[in-house]
Each structure stands twice: as structure tokens, then as C-alpha cells.
């Protein structure tokens, strides 16, 4: 999937936000309908790039048998090297990494 999300400037910026996180991170992200990018209004990107961050901070991370984790891990080294190099790719090209850090 390479699915966009088109966000509009009279958006509800915290349910969008909610909705696009959860359809990008399905299943840690790894279905083929999975948002893998999004375009949103100029007038209103700060304020969703601040939303989604905070649903990122809402979200668990490891092993998908523990307590309280919302999304396990990637399915083999393979992809967790792919998903590394696009993050670089992204940043090279001038994107901002505005949650999370460097992978485990």
C-alpha cells in the first residue's frame, strides 16, 4: 500500500489526526491499505503535526503479547531495515522527525 490521507483545512484536526494515526500504524503499520503519507493544508499543519504527535505518545510499542502494548513489532529484520532507510531517505530529503527517536 502506499495510501495517502488528504486533510482539508476545515478538518476536526483531533479525530483526523486519531483516525490517520490508526490507519497508518494497523498492525504496526504493515497492511496494504496503511497510510504511508499524508497531505494537509498549510493553514492548519503545525496544529496536525502536534495531534499526531500526541497519538504517537498515546501508542505502545513491543513485544504484542505484553500488557498494555497497542502495536507489536515489525514482522522481520528485512522490514525493520526497510522502514530505517526510508525514515533516512525522508530525512535527507528535509522531513522532521517529530516523535518517536532512533529504533531499537
Given at each position: 500500500g502506499n495510501?495517502?490521507?488528504?486533510?482539508?483545512?476545515?478538518a476536526d484536526i483531533p479525530s483526523t489526526a486519531?483516525?490517520?494515526?490508526?490507519?497508518?500504524?494497523r498492525n504496526s503499520g504493515q497492511v496494504c491499505a496503511a497510510?504511508?503519507?499524508c497531505y494537509v493544508h498549510e493553514?492548519?499543519?503545525?496544529?496536525?503535526?502536534?495531534?499526531?504527535?500526541a497519538e504517537a505518545g498515546k501508542a505502545k510499542f513491543g513485544d504484542g503479547f505484553g500488557e498494555g502494548v497497542t502495536h507489536g513489532p515489525l514482522n522481520n529484520?528485512?522490514?525493520?531495515?526497510?522502514?530505517?532507510?526510508l525514515v533516512e531517505d525522508a530525512k535527507?530529503?528535509?522531513?522532521v522527525?517529530?516523535?518517536?527517536g532512533v529504533p531499537e
Open positions: 495510501d495517502p490521507a488528504i486533510v482539508l483545512a476545515d486519531a483516525q490517520v494515526f490508526g490507519a497508518a500504524m497510510i504511508k503519507r493553514s492548519i499543519k503545525d496544529e496536525f503535526v502536534k495531534a499526531l504527535v529484520k528485512a522490514q525493520f531495515d526497510r522502514v530505517k532507510e535527507a530529503q528535509g522531513a522527525v517529530a516523535a518517536g
